[in-house]
């Protein structure tokens, strides 16, 4: 967490709250946190006097687009960003702060400390790491069904480690891929190179409406999840199968098994979704 439609929904309210705002200057409490530069000291000194334009998504990581510098942000886990007045108290795990001329500010909180900034020239970032190596973007016009059958062709790997590895398509975390394979009645553990015409389309088809039905209430709220507003989403009570072990499946009543698929915790019905030699 957070996946692709919570970063999708961050990406929305954080062009409505600081699109258009200057950056006055930037402060930095946890080092680790920059990646690039690797000099703290340079990386607020290179944001200072900057206006924001607009925010993007490539899969899982925000684009926030200056006036002449991109700055790549990844969450990780519990990353979250804020809008505050600078009379505000600055809460505990608040790591990056950009202070903006309007007396407002724009806070990086992470629990967990494991999310990154990046600092590129404007076209720079999509030539280097992290967004260097990502795969198609699920919710783009190019992610035809075509293009998501080339992609997993010849795949003998598990088809949910297919779908969370973001070298072929992006975005789709481990509540996204076990929401989207029972969508399709696809057993986790089916090998990506055995899955029919059939399956590939229907698969296809789970994965667009999925993310596309959690971006619409904002993503899915679970552990610490809020948007650029303090608000939490709203698909963790769409869920069908996430979550739901031992309960009964919501379309044939049987007990809903959990199992491990690519040291990811995977629900899955063992009747909807049968395992084919």
């Known amino acids: 967490m957070p996946e692709l439609p919570e970063v999708e929904t961050v990406k929305r309210t954080l062009n409505q709250l600081v699109k258009g705002k200057v950056i006055d200057r930037v402060s930095v409490h946890l080092a680790r946190i920059i990646q690039r530069p690797d000099d703290i000291d340079q990386f607020a000194w290179m944001l200072a006097g900057h206006t924001i ?34 009379s505000d108290p600055v809460e505990k795990h608040t790591h990056v702060i950009f202070h903006f001329t309007d007396g407002t500010e724009l806070r990086y909180k992470d629990v967990r400390q494991f999310g990154t900034m990046h600092l590129f020239q404007p076209g720079e970032e999509f030539q ?21 059958k080339e992609t997993l062709k010849g795949k003998k790997t598990k088809i949910k ?96 098994e959990k199992t491990v698929v690519g040291g990811r915790g995977t629900h899955f019905c063992p009747s909807c979704q049968t395992l084919k030699s």
Do not use: W
């Open 53 to 86: 334009e607009g925010v993007e998504r490539r899969g899982k990581f925000l684009r926030i687009l200056l006036d002449g510098l991109v700055l790549v942000s990844h969450l990780r886990m519990e990353g979250r960003y804020g809008v505050y007045q600078s």
């Open 128 to 148: 280097l790491p992290p967004l260097s190596k990502l795969g198609l973007e699920p919710l783009d016009p190019a992610f035809t069904l075509e293009r998501f």
């Open 161 to 256: 480690a297919v779908l969370l590895n973001q070298a072929y398509i992006v975005g789709i975390g481990n509540i996204y891929v076990d929401e989207s394979l029972f969508r399709a009645g696809i057993h986790p553990e089916q090998p990506a190179d055995t899955l029919t015409d059939g399956q590939l389309e229907a698969l296809h088809q789970a994965i667009v409406a999925t993310l596309a039905e959690s971006v619409e209430v904002g993503g899915s709220s679970i552990k610490s999840y809020v948007n650029g507003q303090g608000e939490m989403g709203m698909f963790q009570h769409q869920l069908k199968i996430y979550g739901r072990q031992s309960q009964p499946c919501v379309n044939c009543g049987t007990a809903v």
